[in-house]
């Protein structure tokens, strides 16, 4: 979800699965401190296209994960996070933020409510993230156990994941959008979560790092299946019209101007007791100075991160946070922030592009539909 990579004098650090990648063909590239898989033989666009018909295989190792666990750990967290987290119940995932003092958006992580009598939060941050994210976590609730894991974590997306993954692990196919549920797989558990960065329906999978390897081969057995890289997850989240973080969303950035309002619930709206409440709160009611916005650029090239937009009078109105080309719409997309009055679909801005002014045309997110798997609507 954040694509700050690692200092060239550093070393990378290697996933769970870094024989098998290269045994695969991987091209592999620094990512957030990692040595990852951009792409395998097949390309970014193929890969891409893979994934909206059949399913895309993606090690995403590099996330991190943990468990606060003690009474009331769900309510203490809302104190750093402004998601419903104390009303969610066993075996249910919901996304939220971890925010800084003025509301701006230190990380966006993944929360899901473990089932048993101990009270306890499966977090999964980003990679990049990870090692403040904990300390921030520790240094404001210690009075709760704090437990990182070391698993490999590979998420399943595409249309034909839940067929894949149930002949593996039957009864995974039926479970609903953010649910979770553990399942016994040898002599280990396996963490399944219906989720995952694409827009597609999907699957986050966490195991233990020495028996990954085991099971990534038996879903690549599977001819519906095939390895994915870093390159296509990117082109699949900017099409779903999902943020990134260090793009998208940073600390100067609030849930509010990023779209992300829905992912505070009523009782949080009304009671506040979060980082920045006051600034988002008054986002909330009166609306915010800016909007992350899709754009449509009018030019064959791609507009990439940090192309200045401007009005018809020349006036900076806005930058681009992410742009890239669509594999599946065949077209340059994008997406960044806007002031609200130029924020309207259909609205036309301008940027530059290779010396020439392009017009870019303000567009609905997400420019792929989602197709998240919920029986119950």
């Known amino acids: 979800m954040t694509a700050e990579s690692n200092p060239e004098s550093a070393p990378l650090a290697h996933l769970p699965l ?14 957030a401190g990692y040595d990852m898989p951009l792409q395998y033989a ?12 059949k399913a895309g295989l993606f090690d995403v190792s590099h996330m991190g994960q943990a468990i606060i ?18 009303s969610l119940p066993p075996g ?54 704090f437990i ?35 399942f016994e797989e040898g002599v280990s558990n396996v963490f399944v979560s219906r989720s995952g960065y694409t827009g597609e329906d999907g699957f ?37 019209g999902l943020p990134l973080y260090g793009h998208d969303l940073d600390e100067t ?31 909330l009611r009166d609306g915010p100075a800016r909007c992350r916005v899709g754009f449509l650029p009018q030019s064959k090239a791609p507009v990439r991160e940090g192309a ?15 742009g890239g080309f669509s594999p599946t719409l065949q077209r340059p997309i994008a997406m960044g922030y806007v002031a609200r009055a130029y924020a309207a679909n259909g609205v036309t801005i301008f940027t530059e592009l290779r010396g020439n002014r392009i017009g870019v045309e303000v567009a609905p997110l997400p420019f792929v539909a989602h197709r998240y798997f919920k029986p119950h609507a």
Do not use: C
Not at 114 to 137: C, M, Q, T, W, Y
């Open 204 to 240: 986050e999978i966490s195991m233990r790092a020495d028996r990954a390897e085991m099971f990534v081969n038996a879903l690549l057995q599977n001819e519906d299946v095939a390895p994915t890289g870093l390159g296509a997850r990117d082109a699949l989240r900017l099409e779903a």
């Open 148 to 182: 990182p894991l070391n698993r490999a974590l590979i998420a399943l997306q595409g249309p034909r994941a839940a067929s894949v993954l149930g002949a593996l692990l039957p009864g995974a196919e039926d479970l609903p959008f953010l649910h979770w549920r553990a």
């Open 92 to 145: 249910r995932t919901r996304y939220t933020q971890l925010l800084n003092e003025t509301g701006g958006v230190l990380d966006d992580l993944m929360a899901t409510r473990l089932p048993g009598v101990e009270e306890r939060l499966l977090l999964v941050v980003n990679a990049s993230r990870k090692a403040a994210d904990f300390a921030l976590i520790r240094e404001r609730l210690p009075q709760f156990d």
């Open 308 to 322: 200045m937009l401007i009005s018809e009078s020349g006036e900076v109105v806005g930058h681009v946070t992410s």
């Open 18 to 31: 870094d024989a098998l990648h290269r045994s695969l063909g991987a091209r592999m590239a620094p990512f």
């Open 253 to 283: 950035t609030d849930p509010v101007e990023a779209g992300l309002a829905w992912s505070i619930g009523k009782r949080r709206r009304q009671d506040g007791g979060f980082p920045g409440f006051a600034r988002i709160g008054a986002a």
């Open 69 to 86: 666990a003690g009474a009331g750990a769900a309510r203490a967290l809302e104190s750093l996070a402004p998601g419903d987290l104390a």
């Open 42 to 53: 097949a390309g970014i666009v193929s890969e891409t296209l893979h994934t909206r018909h």
